[in-house]
Every structure is written in structure tokens, then in C-alpha cells.
């Protein structure tokens, strides 16, 4: 405690004698309180960085943790080097730590303050780490503005209670078709019961990974059946209506089929680099396995749709974001949001889609990037929601998915799922 | 526990007597602990001493106290922090950490109570070097009590540094979880950023309360059923297993024998998150195993004689509550028989052998003699040492973690308070802990695992340590 | 006649029992001669053979996996482990069977209700104190946590100190000999085969855990891991398809030591587990 308060002393007073130096040339300069709003022109960001280079001595230190795939190591470590380059007078020592994004938030929540200064993480972990206070709002943005740059619906998903937390990194993390056009014919993919039939009858696999609350929402979206967060992060939930029954046992009749497997992601890529399946519902962290499994036969497609009384419905999705953040224990606060701003700009997600063909959320890097993954992801997204859904969600929909692949539907089932979703946030700590 | 209070009375009792008949030195020493030394000459000793009390004392006031005063709330300031988007800069206010003030204010109190212990013993200590110089009796040089940490005190020597590493490692940790099961520790609730406080026994009364939401209660019941149901089935089976095992590599007519047991000992040479990872994948849904059962048409016999349904696409080893269990027993079989075959060969090789001579002779069958002699005598010999490994069984994570922690759960009871049907009480807490931050309702759950296997090791603590069987076996 | 059939059978069953013991083992020796980096799950023996898993393994780290470092890692707290809980776990012992001091009953009463705490339990705990010291993320502070409370499992050594004579003591120390010479000289030569027992056990314990130095090591780095964090996390989602094989390698290399230690001291292991056993 004494040491933080002996640190944060040095900082105010370091922070001061660099304000005072600067003011010396600059006169008409504002002094604090409300001047750096983003309202603010670009001059005082340049003065801020100035400000902030004068004000730092010795090595700059900052851990960076982002996805353990040797893509996403090898280019963020070029972004990284970009980066130093671009303050040369600096001494920065930027250690990269591998993370898989899944356990983003419980590696940083295990302990906010011996975890890395700037992370990336999906938008659903959000919540959690602004519970935990671990990550910083972005109070001020310096090299350029999120509003200005990102697509529209990439920057509400990194903001909670109207602050904004993450900087928009990528837009592709949902999940879509991907098939084997040599195999299948494009009426094959648009519905699930005529992919699972021409499964059936190719002897080949087909399927989405049912017994997941991420991929299972998707189905009773599609249905028309409802799934909200109220403000206290507990849910509301509808899918034991007769909506919700019907869709329940559509699914449970897809799932039958022989051909259909609910595959984790490990048991999906042996059987896909077996040249079992077909076609699988997944997102652009699979990309070169797909590609490389389906060679001139990869394509990708919106997902299909499935049939619930006679009438066709469009399966949904969950659209997911990726976002940079930053501790809010970081010990270089100013260059950590100088990083992530570096991390998350136009180049860097123009280099990071070229290294894993994952989407940009800036809206010029956008339009560079095509593929078909990324136009199956768009095409998708007209049918995809935001991922907004309290904790006690996870752990009773999993159940769920289990439930109806083994073909036990019924009312009560969903009854208790239900319950288990709605319960309340506090009774289950 | 009334023994302990009686000898603290009687040690301070003679504290007091001593303070009464002590010369000046020995009142000097109330304050300053090394004066009674220098009374006596022993000025090293005394110099020392000196130095422990200032150190004890400077520590306590500069470290310790400042978080032992928050002790009761456990902090009540949150961390706030102002940014200056000017200068980039971040000022924080001085926030409490929850954390840091529990943990300091245990070690403190550990501090104050050793200290304590030391100030009594120090004032007695000074007391009779005064008796001792009244009688004439010789006052050891400090070459001469540094040479008695060789003899007389040769226990302090070997016992210090380990009993310090146990305290740091052990105890501690230990009180800290406890004094977490009557707090709010939750995920709402994590230092730095946020503050947690004392909320009495509410976290035990919850793990005892179930309705529809709430079902801790039913879980608790659940989990317990199956982790005593595992340590006993666990235990009894490997046991078992070992000795058929050592038994029948034993045999006379085996050729090999030392060739036998080191294909067994293999299995325990390799590390379980190697093992166990890797058998836990092979009996995958989509495992290996499955795979051979489908084409050698295991599954369609499985099938046909109704133990899986027509439309089961594999055979759920590992992913079902029944299957599983089941799985898990067999597995834990393979990892233990080879160890217990080792325990159960030295056991052999002791047993007198005239007793099986002499029943041979009578025309006791092999089977006879396997069941009438070698299996009591081996439950004699052994018989403490099986609850300890139920309780070891009890908190077998391994096991259970590595195989299982993929495992989904179709309860929605169970899913409700984060576990699973194949969760012992240990692997709950470790889930809770780990994934869901949950720390208050953890250390409850450890401390109802405790006293378990407390309760159970009080029938084998008196065999083991009390009464006078040590010295017998000389 | 009917005798040898008798024994030919008894010696086919255990082959059999042998053969599905060793089948797991089987598989990791020969998934690690595998062309297919990722889990295979449709054959057991890998269709193409290669050397490369190893060749990587040994001489090609990366961004995920480096095995030399966590090799190295893992051989220095074990070794530092080794040494240290032995000598702990012998000192305790030869100090609650051969002295008689005032305490000595509570203590041991105090040790045993100690070990029953669920160990998992107070890891989290363990952490803050190692961060309170400022030992976290680092090769010493896993070995003060390994070694730290190993004087807790003196109790199957203690049993087999009790049953050396008293007298053999009594008469040493008529001679003169203080309480450390006895220690060195006829106490510790008289035990050597449990004393190789805790010797290895005291090995194993660091080299073979995982969950601890999970909690313990927060660093991404993969050159400051240990073998059991390292290969534990070749099995996530994201990487379990680009080194399965790589794992494989790693989980015979670490078993490698392992097994070679246990069939040379297999006598001595033995005797220990028996004796444990025995004095419970």
C-alpha cells in the first residue's frame, strides 16, 4: 500500500513538472478540469503524447497477452515493433504473453494486478472484468476516435452502463456455414434438413456444437424466442413456450439424423482433417483448417434454416467482437492506451485480417477485407444479435443442448432450463 | 482442549511469581527483555534479545497494525482513480484491499501471539538464572548455549526451519480460507477494485438451503453421496486389485516376476496430467475407443441389449452420469492396482510363512488359505492406512479433475450451483474457485471436507500416534 | 501335464492384464510418431510415420511450446525440491522419533489435523502469501511452495525410525556423542533404503504436479513455465490440433527420468511403500 502510494505521489509530481515545462512554451494552453474531453482538437492529443514522452524515464514496461496462435503472436509482435518504432525516443521493453481468448478474463481476474497491462478479449467477457474493476474506461483517445472510425455496430458491444471499455479490434467473432461446395450444392446448405439428409446420404458429417449456450441461442433465436439481460445481470427467458417447444423438438429432430455431431472444437478439427465433414458451423478462428480441408471446395454461407411446424425459420447467431483493452492497474497507463489505440487502428486490423482472417471492426480496413468467410459472417448478420446475456446463462443452457441431443424434450425441460437461466443473480454465489 | 487452558494458567501463574520474587533485573526485563541476560553476564544473549523485541515491535507498529485496525470491516475505502487525460497521468486514492488486511491482520496476530509466548518464557527464563545464581549453580557462556542446540535442544535445530515453512505454507493459507467462509468473497466482491466484508455463518446456512434457484442444498447432498460412494469404492477396489495382483505375480510357478511388476510400475511412472489427459481423450465421445467400438459393433450390441438408446451416436464414457461413474471407477483402477501391487508385495514377502505351511498340511485349499490367512492378515497389517487413503481418496483431485473437466452436466439442479454429478466435494470447490470466483461458498465447502476427514481419521488417530505403541515396536 | 497348461495359462493371463495396462502407454509412444500434428481419432497407430515431433520438440521452441526451457525449469525445482524436502521430512522425523521434548505429542497431534486440509482449498491463499513475500512468477517461490511444508510428511519415515533399537541410541550417547552425530552417523546410514524412498518421493511430488504451479505461475511466457503447466496447456481448444503429437513427445520425455528411477529403485521404493504401510 505504502509503495502504491509513494508511486502514485512520483507520477502527480513527475506529471507536474512536466505540465509546468510545457506551459512555459505553450501559454495559452487550458489548465486541467475538463479539457480533455474527446471534444477536444488534435493539437492537445499531440501535447498530451509530448507531455507523456517527457514525463517518462527508464524502460517502459508493458505485457501484451493476446491469442496463443502462432498468426496472432507473429503479427501482433510486428504491430509491437511497429509501434517502438514509432517513438523512437522511448525505450520500451513489450513482452507478448499467450492467452487463449476463452480464458481471457479468468487468467486477468485470477489476479488484475500481475496481469498484462494491454489484452485482447471477446465482447462477452466484458462485463466481467468491468465487474471485477479490472479494465480501464477510455476516458480520453488520442490518435484517433472510435466513433469516427468504427463500424457503428462494433462499439456499443465495448461499452457497458453508456462507458466505453474496449478499443474495437475485429467484427468477425460469430459463426456461420462453412461446407464443402464440391460435395454440397448450395440448396443443400440453406436448410438443415436437406444438409443433414445429403449427409446421410454422402455417409458424411454435418453439424453445430449444440450442447454450447453460445451456438444454442442461435436456434431458439431463429424460432422467435427471446433471451435479455435485465440491468441486474439476471435474464429473462421465454424458450418454454410453445415457440420455444416447438423449436426444442425441431432441433431435437435435426440433431437425429445420423449424420449430425455436436462437435467441440477439438473433436471438430480431427474429423475435418479426416475428411469426415462436410459442413460445420463455425467461426474465423477455423478459417485455414476449413480451407485447407476443403481446398477449391471451400465456401462459406449464411447458416441454414430449419423447419418448426412446416415453416421455414432462419437460424440466428450471436455477432461477436473482439476488443483491446487496457488494466486498469496497468503501471503505464498512458502508453498502455497508446498501445491498445496503436493495436486496434486501420493497419494494425488491415495486418491482423491478412494474418488470421479475422474481420475488422474500422470501417476502412473493412473495406479492404473480402473472403468468403467474412461475406458469409455479413451475410449473417442480418439474422445475428448482440451477445448480451447475464453469467447464470452458460452452465443451464449447456445443459439444455445436452438434454435435446439425447432426444429427452419435453415441457419440464425447458421449465428448469428456464428457471436455471432466470434465476437470480445473487443465489447462485 | 481443557488441558491446554490449564497449562496456559499455570504458565502464567508462575509468570506472576516470578515477576513477584524477581530481583531488579528480572523487573528490568518486563520492559526491556535482554536486561535479566546482562544481569547475569550474558550480554550476547541479551543484546539479542534486545534486537528481537525492537525488531518484533518496529515491525508490528510500521507494518502490521495499520491492518489490524481495519480487522473488524475489512476495509472501507474503495479504489478510485483520476485520469488526467492531459498529461496521461493516473492518480489513485489510498484504498483499502480486503485482501492484504485479512492476511496482514492473521499474520500480525500470529506475530502478537508468539511474542506473547516468548515475553512469558523470557521473564521465566530470567527468573531462574536468578534462582540458579543464588544456588551456586553454573551459568552457561553463550558458547555453551549455542552448544546445547547440539544436545538438549537438538529439536529446536531440526524443527525450527521446517515448522516455519509449514506455518507459511500451511497454517496461514489455512486460517486465511477459513476466515473467507464468513465473508462475501464473491465475484461481485474482488480486491483490489472492490471491498469484501464479514457476513457472519450466512454462507453456511445457504450451503444447507434449496428451492428452485437456490439449490446448494441439494447439490451438497448430491456431491457428498457420490465423493463418499468414490473414496470407499476407489479404495476397496485398487486394494483388492493390488493384492490379487502382487498375489498372483508371487506365485511360485511365475516366471519373470521381476520382469511383470515393472511392466505394472510403468503406469506409475508416467505423471497423471500426462496419463489421465490422455485416457480421458481416448474415451472421448468422439475418442478413440469409440471409434473401435463402432466398427467391431460394440456400440450396436450396447444398443441392442438396452443399455444405450437406439438413436446414441457413441457410447457416453465419460459424458454421462452412470457411464461415467462408472468409467471413472475402472480408470482409477488402472492408475492405483500397480501401486497397491508394490504395497501388497512387501507385505507378502513378511507373511509367516509356517502359518500357510501348516495349513497346507491340513488341506486347506489355495483359495482357503488366500481368503483365511493372507487377506485378514494383510487388512491387519494395512487396515490403518486404508482410511487414510479414503481420505486421500476423498480429496482425489486428479482423478476426477483431469478426466471429467469437460464434462457437462444434463441436471439442471446441479448446473444451477456450478457442478456435476461426477464432481467430488474437492473438484466443486476447485470449479467454483477457479471459474466462477465464488471464494465465500469454496471455503465453506473446504471446511465441511475438513471436518470429514477429521471425523473419519479420529477412528485411526489413536493407533497411530496415541497411546505408548511406538515404543512397543522397539 | 494339466500343471504346465495351468501355468502357460496363468502366464497368457497376465500378459493380457499387462497388455491393457501398457495400451494408453502405447498409444503416447506411437502418437508421437505421428505425421498428423493433431489428436487422431479414427486410428490407432498414426498412417505416416516421421521423426519431426521430436526433432521440434527438442530444437525448434516457439510461441506455444518450448521444451528445453520447461525441461530445464522443472530439473531445477525438482532438484532444489529434492534436496530440501528431504531434508526436512528427515529432520522431522528423527526429531519426533528419537527425542522426547515438552509438545512433542501436540505437535504431532497439530501436523496430522493440518494435513487434512484440502489442499486445493488453500492454494489461493498460498498465492497471496507468495505475492506478500514477492515470490511469484518465479522458480523459487514454486520450490518454497513445494518444499515449504514438506516437514508435514515425516510420518512413514518416523514409523521406520521407531523401529531402530533405543538402545543402539542409549549406547552412542554413553559415548559422548551429542544428538547431531548420532543423527549423521548411525541413524541416517541405518535408513538408507526409506531414506531413498523420501528421496524420490520428494522428486516426484514438484515433477509431476500441475495444479499448483498453475495457480503459482502467472507469467504468459512460455520459457518460464514447467513441464506440467506447458504440456497442460498444448491440450487447449485452440492449440490441441497443432501439437497433440508435440504433447505426446513431451508426456514420454517427462515420464522418461521417472520410469528409468523406479525400475533401478524399485527394491528400495518397495520397502518404502511397505513400510509406510505397515506403520501407517
Known sequence: MKKKLVSALLISTMALTAFVGCGEKKEEKPAEGGSGTESQGEVSSEDAIANLIASTEGTVDIELWCSETEAYQKVMKERCDAFEAQYPDVDFNITIGSVSEADMKDKILEDPEKAADVFVFPDDQLEALVKAGAINEIQAQYTYKIDEVDTETTIEPGSYDGKQYGYPFTASNGYFLYYDSSALSEEDVASWEALTAKADELGKQVGFEVANGWYLYGWFAGAGCSLTENADMSNNCDWNSEAGLAAAESLAKVTSAKSFKSYGNDDLLANLNDGKVVAYVSGTWNVNAFADAYGDGYAAAKLPTFDVNGEAKQMGSYCGYKYVGVNSFAANKGWSMLLAEFLSNEESQVAVYKATGEGPSNKAALAEASSPALDALAEQSYYATLQRVGGNYWTPAESLGKNILEGNVSQQLLDDAVAGIEQPVDAAQ | ?474 | ?280
Open chain 2, 1 to 474: 482442549m481443557k488441558n491446554f487452558f490449564r497449562k496456559r494458567a499455570v504458565s502464567l501463574k508462575e509468570c506472576g511469581s516470578a515477576v513477584k520474587n524477581g530481583d531488579i533485573w528480572v523487573k528490568l526485563s518486563l520492559l526491556i527483555m535482554g536486561m535479566g541476560y546482562f544481569g547475569r553476564k550474558q550480554i550476547l544473549k541479551g543484546i539479542l534479545m534486545i534486537l528481537l523485541e525492537v525488531g518484533v515491535i518496529a515491525s508490528l507498529v510500521s507494518v502490521f497494525l495499520p491492518y489490524m485496525s481495519k480487522l473488524s470491516t475489512l476495509g472501507t475505502v474503495q479504489r478510485e482513480m483520476i485520469f488526467d487525460p492531459l498529461t496521461m497521468s493516473e492518480t489513485v486514492n489510498d484504498y483499502d484491499n480486503s485482501l492484504l488486511i485479512l492476511l496482514y491482520g492473521i499474520i500480525g496476530i500470529l506475530i502478537i501471539i508468539a511474542f506473547i509466548a516468548l515475553y512469558i518464557g523470557n521473564i521465566k527464563a530470567v527468573y531462574r538464572l536468578q534462582e540458579m545464581k543464588k544456588n551456586g549453580g553454573h551459568i552457561n557462556s553463550f558458547k555453551e548455549d549455542l552448544m546445547s542446540f547440539k544436545n538438549d535442544k537438538f529439536h529446536i535445530t531440526l524443527l525450527t526451519i521446517p515448522a516455519i515453512g509449514v506455518i507459511i505454507i500451511n497454517v496461514i493459507p489455512i486460517l486465511f480460507m477459513i476466515c473467507i467462509a464468513f465473508t462475501n468473497y464473491d465475484e461481485t466482491h474482488q480486491p483490489p477494485a472492490y471491498l469484501f466484508t464479514w457476513v457472519g455463518i450466512k454462507n453456511f446456512v445457504r450451503l444447507f438451503t434449496n428451492s428452485q434457484t437456490l439449490t446448494f442444498g441439494y447439490t451438497f447432498v448430491r456431491v457428498l453421496a457420490w465423493t463418499l460412494i468414490w473414496a470407499v469404492l476407489a479404495t476397496a477396489t485398487t486394494f483388492i486389485g493390488g493384492i490379487l495382483l502382487a498375489q498372483f505375480i508371487n506365485h511360485e510357478h511365475t516366471m519373470a516376476k521381476g520382469l511383470w511388476r515393472t511392466l505394472f510400475v510403468i503406469t506409475i511412472g508416467i505423471p497423471q496430467f500426462v496419463t489421465l489427459l490422455l485416457v480421458g481423450k481416448m474415451f472421448g465421445d468422439y475418442g478413440i475407443v469409440n471409434t473401435i467400438c463402432e466398427n467391431v459393433g460394440i456400440l450396436d450390441f450396447f444398443k441392442h441389449i438396452g443399455l444405450l438408446k437406439q438413436s446414441a451416436g457413441y457410447i457416453p464414457f465419460l459424458s454421462q452420469p452412470g457411464w461415467a461413474h462408472v468409467t471413472i471407477i475402472l480408470v482409477n483402477i488402472w492408475v492405483g492396482v500397480p501401486y497397491q501391487m508394490l504395497v501388497a508385495t512387501g507385505i507378502l514377502m513378511n507373511i509367516p510363512s509356517d502359518q500357510i505351511e501348516s495349513a497346507k498340511i491340513d488341506g486347506a485349499t489355495k483359495f482357503q488359505t488366500f481368503w483365511k490367512i493372507t487377506m485378514p492378515y494383510v487388512l491387519f497389517i494395512t487396515g490403518p492406512s486404508l482410511i487414510q487413503s479414503v481420505i486421500q481418496n476423498i480429496n482425489n483431485f486428479n482423478v476426477i479433475y483431469l478426466l471429467t473437466h469437460t464434462y457437462k452436466t444434463t441436471n439442471m439442479a446441479l448446473a444451477n450451483s456450478n457442478a456435476n454429478e461426477v464432481d467430488l466435494l474437492i473438484t466443486w470447490l476447485f470449479r467454483l474457485t477457479n471459474e466462477y470466483s465464488n471464494f465465500k461458498m469454496a471455503s465453506v465447502i473446504g471446511i465441511i471436507t475438513f471436518l470429514i476427514s477429521a471425523a473419519l481419521s479420529l477412528l485411526t488417530f489413536s493407533r497411530m500416534i496415541g497411546g505408548d505403541k511406538e515404543e512397543v515396536y522397539r
Open chain 3, 1 to 280: 501335464m494339466k500343471k504346465t497348461s495351468k501355468i502357460v495359462a496363468r502366464h497368457i493371463f497376465l500378459a493380457l492384464l499387462a497388455f491393457i495396462w501398457l495400451i494408453p502407454i502405447i498409444w503416447l509412444v506411437v502418437t508421437t510418431f505421428s505425421a498428423q500434428k493433431g489428436i487422431n481419432t479414427n486410428h490407432f497407430f498414426p498412417e505416416h510415420w516421421t521423426l519431426a515431433n521430436y526433432h521440434q520438440l527438442f530444437f525448434e521452441p516457439d510461441s506455444a511450446a518450448n521444451f528445453p526451457a520447461w525441461f530445464k525449469n522443472s530439473m531445477i525445482i525438482g532438484v532444489c525440491c529434492c534436496i530440501i524436502s528431504s531434508l526436512f521430512v528427515i529432520m522431522t522425523a528423527y526429531a519426533f522419533s528419537f527425542l522426547r521434548f515438552k509438545g512433542r505429542k501436540q505437535l504431532m497431534s497439530f501436523s496430522l489435523i493440518l494435513g487434512m486440509f484440502p489442499g486445493v482449498l488453500s492454494m489461493i491463499a498460498i498465492y497471496f502469501v507468495l505475492k506478500l513475500i514477492g515470490l511469484t512468477d518465479s522458480l523459487l517461490g514454486l520450490i518454497v511452495v513445494y518444499s515449504g511444508a514438506s516437514g508435514l510428511g515425516y510420518l512413514i519415515l518416523k514409523g521406520f525410525f521407531d523401529t531402530i533399537p533405543v538402545s543402539l541410541h542409549e549406547a552412542a550417547k554413553l559415548e559422548g556423542a551429542s544428538e547431531a552425530t548420532i543423527f549423521s552417523r548411525i541413524v541416517v546410514p541405518l535408513s538408507k533404503p526409506m531414506i531413498v524412498y523420501t528421496v524420490i518421493n520428494s522428486f516426484l511430488n514438484p515433477w509431476m504436479d500441475f495444479v499448483m504451479a498453475r495457480l503459482m505461475i502467472k507469467s504468459k511466457d512460455p520459457s518460464q513455465w514447467t513441464m506440467a503447466i506447458g504440456l497442460f496447456n498444448l491440450l487447449q481448444r485452440a492449440l490441441i490440433n497443432q501439437y497433440f503429437a508435440y504433447f505426446c513427445c513431451g508426456g514420454l520425455m517427462v515420464a522418461l527420468p521417472i520410469a528409468i528411477l523406479f525400475i533401478v529403485m524399485q527394491k528400495f521404493y518397495v520397502e518404502g511403500v511397505t513400510g509406510g504401510a505397515v506403520k501407517g
